[in-house]
């Protein structure tokens, strides 16, 4: 038996690497392979994705993206725009190997700070962001019992979408999508993502990622993308009009897509990530789902503090007042350009 071996995955390695996260328990859908591309052709992002492979069987993976902007500062993190990360391994010595390279890739690098964003500690001495937490809850085989499982509060809202008489769609394009997606985003005051970006998710995850998309009266209200994953499935990225509220669109939406994912024989309803004291938060729990913390974790380079990011930062309040005004031609225009820098 030869010594493992740490190197660069390379495109030849896509199969083997995503047969690895499939199987290996601590790896998410935003291990596998095909962020890479997403992040490389949508946003412009440098990515380093590294593995630990032993006689040609891979043990250990760890994908990184390096942004650099002269605002938003320079780091290396596992894995931006995606709610989970870090290391995915199988044995100790494969995931202390990973751990070390990625430290030194950042000292190399020079970046402010180097990011695991961590569904269980790894890094307890690090710094880390007490904000996130995520969501997940079985699926009880019986659609019915479902719907029981649901408070009665929140039942009754799922219930009254059903009696407007909404419909739940799958879509083949991300149109209806992008659009009731782009416009929520405005309301709140968010750049959003540029379409084309939807897009390459669809053409890159195939089946994996969907889109349900809420219909009143032949107009699309409320609309959901979502990924699939081993047993799991992930509502990601969701818009609604200002409709959808006197129609209950969103409780609906979730009740479908829990509903249709019953009876695909998937098992768990992962409801992702929010922030405490959002709105969402709140939805959530309503829901009867109880949140999980997740550890993001930082280890400090050139920066002395760990990054604030996230729309709740008072310093960004003008800025979300401001894009709130825009029109929609010029949000979508400028928005990516924005959003790309983020993570």
Known sequence: MTEPVLRAMRPDDASAWDEFVQNCPTATFFHRSGWKTVIEQIFGHRTHYLL???????HGILPLVE????????????LPFCVYGGIAADTEIAKQRLDSAAQQLAAKLNVDYLEYRNVQ????????????VTFRKAIDPDVEQNMKNIPRKQRAMVRSGIKHGLVSEIDLSVDRFFSVFSDNMLRHGTPAFPKRYFALLKKIFGDDCEILSVVHEGEVVSSVLSFYFRDEVLPYYAGDTLK??????NDFKY????????????????YGRSKLGTGSF?????????????????????????PDQNPLNPKYQLFIKMWRNLPMPVANFLGPHIVRNLG
């Open 52 to 58: 630990v492979e032993q006689d040609g069987v891979i």
């Open 121 to 132: 500690p790894h890094h307890t001495d690090w710094p880390s962001k007490e904000l996130y």
């Open 282 to 306: 709140d939805f959530k729990k309503n829901w009867g789902f109880e949140p999980a913390p997740l550890s993001y974790e930082y280890q400090l380079h050139r920066s002395r503090k760990i």
């Open 67 to 78: 942004i650099k902007h002269f605002y938003f500062g320079h780091s290396l993190s596992s």
């Open 255 to 270: 009740w479908e897509l829990m509903r249709r994912a019953c009876e695909r024989g998937y098992r768990v309803f992962d």
């Open 244 to 249: 959808a509220r006197s129609l209950a669109a």
